[in-house]
Each structure stands twice: as C-alpha cells, then as structure tokens.
Nanobody
Framework: VQLQASGGGLVQPGGSLRLSCATT????????IGWFRQAPGKEREGVSF??????FYSTFVKGRFSISRDSAKNTVYLQMNSLKPEDTAVYYC???????????????????WGQGTLVTVSS
C-alpha cells in the first residue's frame, strides 16, 4: 500500500500551498486519512484528519488549513493558507483503518504512511 504526498515547496510567510495525498492501492472513501508534520528536532504531530465527511484540525492550524477529499481522483488535499515560519516541516499523509475520532492525532492508529513532502515557510 502506497500513499503519495506532494505539493510541498518554499513559500513566503502569509502564502499558500496545497498538498495532495494520492493512492491507487485502496479506496480513500473506505478509510480515514490524516496529515501529520514533523519539524527538525520535534515529534511528529497531527495536523488534520478526514473520514466519513467529518473533518478535524489541530488548534495551531484551525482557521488557516482546510482538508478535503476528491473521491473521483482518490486524493485527499490539505489547503494551507496564511502560512507561518513555524509551519515549516515535512508533511506526511497516512491511512487509518479505524480509530476513535478523539484520537485522530495518535500516530499508532495509522497503518500506512506516505513518504513526506517538505514545506518551508521563509522570506
């Protein structure tokens, strides 16, 4: 099972990026998909999660990031607006077969991870 994360890059503070998480190995409608990030020297942290029409966001991105799903393309997107330097990290998408929604930020509930895409926010 593979997930392909893409869309990272260098952007100035206040700018926007859209990350994509695509797969051809399973139907994204049958699973929860989460976005995590990991900055140098820091632990991996949950950013956002989507499943069965429900969406969740961490407090540090709420109001700036938006998660969505395109079933026809079998792809999950993370639209990131008003980016800040502290958003700099490698962003990963991952698949969750099942989890209690309150625990969507716990990495151990995810069974497959994408390779990560680097987001750098800097002037």
């Amino acid at each position: 099972v593979q997930l392909q994360a893409s869309g990272g890059g260098l952007v100035q503070p206040g700018g926007s990026l859209r990350l994509s998480c695509a797969t051809t190995d399973f139907d994204i409608d049958d699973y929860g998909i989460g976005w995590f990030r990991q900055a140098p020297g820091k632990e991996r942290e949950g950013v956002s999660f989507i499943n069965v029409g429900r969406k969740f966001y961490s407090t540090f991105v709420k109001g700036r990031f938006s998660i969505s799903r395109d079933s026809a393309k079998n792809t999950v997107y993370l639209q990131m607006n008003s980016l800040k330097p502290e958003d700099t990290a490698v962003y990963y998408c991952a698949r969750a077969p099942r989890l209690p929604f309150s625990l969507w930020q716990v990495p151990s509930y995810y069974d497959h991870w994408g390779q990560g895409t680097l987001v750098t926010v800097s002037s």
